[in-house]
Nanobody, 124 residues
Framework: QVQLVESGGGLVQAGGSLRLSCAAS????????MAWFRQAPGKEREFVAA????????SYVDSVKGRFTISRDNAKNTVSLQMNNLDPEDTAVYYC?????????????????WGQGTQVTVSS
């Protein structure tokens, strides 16, 4: 089973950019679908973006389409989330998640392993 460690969060002004990274341990990373979720204070954890095992298929929640890009490097065991044109509504703790299947899903229950989260704060 993989272990996940996120990095790259921080404080940014509205309209700015951040790149989140998730480093995975374990020899079978390339067989996992990966995703990013986020959780704002007082709200449920929500799906943000997902990528299949090969990286050829991605999906996004409507609110981030055209602004966020998920990618993965199976040689380096990493998955990234490039976030552009950030909005205060994007403020949340962002979590990396791994699913022991090649195709992703948008539900939290579909993922087996979670990182510890990284805080993203967007000021207006």
């Amino acid at each position: 089973q993989v272990q996940l460690v996120e990095s790259g969060g921080g404080l940014v002004q509205a309209g700015g950019s951040l790149r989140l990274s998730c480093a995975a341990s374990g020899p079978t990373f390339s067989s996992y679908a990966m995703a990013w979720f986020r959780q704002a204070p007082g709200k449920e954890r929500e799906f943000v973006a997902a990528i299949n095992w090969s990286g050829r298929s991605t999906s996004y929640v409507d609110s981030v389409k055209g602004r966020f890009t998920i990618s993965r490097d199976n040689a380096k065991n990493t998955v990234s989330l490039q976030m552009n044109n950030l909005d205060p509504e994007d403020t949340a703790v962002y979590y990396c998640a791994a699913r022991r299947l090649r195709l992703p899903t948008v539900t939290t229950q579909g993922y087996d392993t979670w990182g510890q989260g990284t805080q993203v704060t967007v000021s207006s």
